[in-house]
């Protein structure tokens, strides 16, 4: 896509700008046994983990979806408490999970993006593969429908659910297995499937579905066709809850024994079939295309009118550059007078990031002292352009535009004693700036 895109440079700093473990949304899933909500410690000892309740959320706000009408899909109405009260989300792992991810919706990212992304990082992050990830999710405005399949139902409704959804029996198999590599099923909720546990290494009583619970593996599909599987939906004490085994064998196990042949096959077919179940929103929502990371993005851009000079500040991160300090940056710009002009960017090592999908470099726009540029307000800027080792950095020569149509003047001002404020706003009129205040 092309910069300056509000909605899409956002989502695309959420995506890749992750330092595992301390920065971003990935913060709050690692190490993978992390679950924010326990009541004693954040880790390990309640048997449950973020992670697999950010995957689960997804899947139950997904699956009111009617693809006949294109109602329901990932649209954040389960965020509503009407939605949270139905037996079919019975649980705390949807208020738990708004509580984390509603975090990063903003005025341009909504809360279904932000819920969708939850999944895409917990999947990799704690060992999966990537999924591409589209943006513009549309959060709903009212409940969706009741839709989430629950254990005791049949086989067939199960199959009727799944193709209501828009997945075929096929793809429910594997979207049920690619899910249930995650998390359990929880006493407290599930008492007619999980007996009290009685063990303080699993205080929350959660009988996992497989080994590895708080990892993606195929292990959900080895232990299950070697049968130690323990999953309580498949071995669970009453019959009629056992939906993962009537939905696992009921091509004769044919996809499960794929699954459990090639760990690489379950991670492809995961990442389908997630991006699949993510990308599945309410007809009329219009996804972005696949985000990948913009090679060249600028950030953190302010203008100030400071009397005749327009004070322009702000960075450029360069994607999968690494550092060096003999290299020549350059910021070059347009103004509106048809005047062409540079300076040297400046590196800022603080701001070199080593993400797991690439590393990244940034630098700062001129001056000496690291307090941006000076520019004649009259000409003021129109469009930049980079310039790296020699390579002229222009998005396929469309430049990145900026505007300074409307800027704040270093005339406003906050008088403390009263908790009032004065805005200067000065407002470029045919390459003029006039200043007016409010
Ligand atoms: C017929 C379809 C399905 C049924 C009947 C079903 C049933 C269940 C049940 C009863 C639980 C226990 C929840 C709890 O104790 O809080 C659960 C957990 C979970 N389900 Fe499913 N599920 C189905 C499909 C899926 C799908 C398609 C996904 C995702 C792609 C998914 C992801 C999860 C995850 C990650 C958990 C673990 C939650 C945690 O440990 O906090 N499920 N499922």
Redesign the pocket.
Known sequence: YLWPSPMLDELESLLFEITPGTTGIASFIQPCDTFTFAPTGSRGSSG??NA??W??T??HDM?THNIVDGTGGMDASIRFAEEQARAEN??D?FVNTLGVLAGSATRYVSVADALALGTVIAVEFCGGPQIPFRGGRVDATEPNLPGV???E?TLDS?VA??ARQGFTQDE?IG??A???T?????HA??PD?VPELNDTNNSES?SH?DTT?THFDNNIATEYISGTTQNP?VVGFNDTTN??ER?FGSDGNVTMLSFANSPELFASRCSE??AR?LDTVPSGVQLSDVITPLPVKPFDLTFTLDGDVLQFSGRVRFWNLTDNPNRVALLLWDDHLGGVHNSTLLSSLEAVGSFPDGVSTSYIFGGDDFGGLSLDAAAGITTMRFMVDGKVEDQGGVGFAVQDAVVFSTTSCFFSNNRTAQYNVAVRVLCRLYMSQY
């Open positions: 449950r983990s697999a309740d995957i689960r997804a899947y699956a019975v649980g792992g399949p629950k254990p139902q199960h659910s799944f429910m979207l049920v690619c899910g249930h995650f998390g359990g099923v929880q909720p599930f499937i959660v579905f619970n939906l939906s993962d939905i079939l997630f179940m």
